[in-house]
């Protein structure tokens, strides 16, 4: 059975920065790419960042580029994304998703493995 699990969400002041893990289990992702996402409250799930297999390929939404860094450790079987300059429009459940191929993409229909989620509150 494979498993996406999220870590590493909270609260925290506009300006600061927090680091979301992802830990893949039951496949490996090593030649897949990965992906975040988030649902900001009352919203639509909306596409966040995206890494290829080897990290080599990054793809961003105009809304956090800039401000995220994704990235992930094959031998962990693991994927991070790094948030600064936090918002309170950053506010959402974020989510770790994973592909069946390597090409990144931005469609939550492109992915077909997901976690649960990780709540990150932006505070004002």
């Known amino acids: 059975q494979v498993r996406l699990v999220e870590s590493g969400g909270g609260l925290v002041q506009a300006g600061g920065s927090l680091r979301l893990s992802c830990a893949a289990s039951g496949r490996t992702f090593s030649d897949s790419a990965m992906g975040w996402f988030r649902q900001p409250p009352g919203k639509e799930r909306e596409f966040v960042a995206t890494?290829?297999?080897?990290?080599?390929?990054?793809y961003y939404s105009d809304s956090v580029q800039g401000r995220f860094t994704i990235s992930r450790d094959n031998a962990k079987n693991t994927v991070a994304l790094q948030m600064n300059s936090l918002k309170p429009e950053d506010t959402a459940v974020y989510y770790c998703?994973?592909?069946?191929?390597?090409?990144?993409?931005?469609?939550?229909?492109?992915?077909?493995?997901w976690g649960q989620g990780t709540q990150v509150t932006v505070s004002s």
């Open positions: 998703a994973g592909r069946g191929t390597d090409s990144i993409g931005s469609w939550i229909t492109d992915y077909d493995y």
């Open positions: 890494i290829n297999w080897s990290g080599s390929s990054t």
